[in-house]
């Protein structure tokens, strides 16, 4: 019975160092995405930001290195890439009502699973870009940014 009870007693304390390691591996896994997602998501402001799909509507050209979070946002949707989501803007905005509390990533995350397909034929692929400006709009969208109108240089 001893020896049941220690074979036991190892079993359980091996197991235990094992979920320590997963739990590890798993946030370190975590964080890598979630730094992948930021970096995407840079990048499509940029995009949008330089196709002028978007307007910044507060900290432009006020950059600083000490603020980094959220250097780009918000956004304002221009209307000629506004109007390619118009049928999915509402769909949007049920999907950050019903995650009010998910950060930018997350809402990337949840966009592209339920919508990517859409957004890249519907979108994308109409405005010709592809560095995730369009997840970079349709999070504006989903948080009810304002739509202005197109530039005079706008097409």
């Known amino acids: 019975m001893d020896d049941?009870?220690?074979a036991v007693t190892a079993f359980i304390a091996t197991l235990s160092g094992v979920v320590v390691v997963?739990?590890?591996l798993w946030r370190d896994m975590k964080s890598r995405l979630d730094t992948f997602w930021s970096a995407h998501l840079l990048r499509g402001?940029?995009?949008a930001l330089r196709e002028d799909l978007v307007v910044?509507?507060?900290?432009?050209?006020?950059f600083s290195p000490d603020d980094l979070e959220g250097a780009f946002m918000p956004l304002a949707v221009r209307q000629r890439a506004a109007k390619l989501y118009e049928k999915a803007i509402p769909a949007l905005q049920k999907l950050r009502a019903a995650?009010?509390?998910?950060?930018?990533?997350?809402m990337a995350e949840l966009i592209e699973?339920?919508?990517?397909?859409?957004?890249a034929r519907n979108?994308?692929?109409?405005?010709g870009i592809n560095q995730f400006a369009c997840i970079v709009m349709a999070i504006s969208l989903a948080n009810g940014v304002a739509?202005?109108?197109?530039?005079?240089?706008g097409e």
Do not use: M, Y
């Not at 910044?56 to 006020?62: A, C, D, S, V």
């Not at 699973?113 to 957004?119: E, H, L, S």
């Not at 979108?123 to 405005?127: A, E, H, I």
């Open 4 to 6: 049941t009870i220690k």
């Open 22 to 24: 997963l739990v590890k």
């Open 45 to 47: 402001k940029a995009e």
């Open 56 to 62: 910044e509507t507060h900290g432009g050209g006020n």
């Open 99 to 106: 995650n009010p509390e998910a950060t930018e990533v997350q």
């Open 113 to 119: 699973r339920q919508f990517g397909g859409w957004i």
């Open 123 to 127: 979108v994308c692929t109409q405005l």
């Open 147 to 153: 739509v202005v109108p197109d530039s005079a240089n």
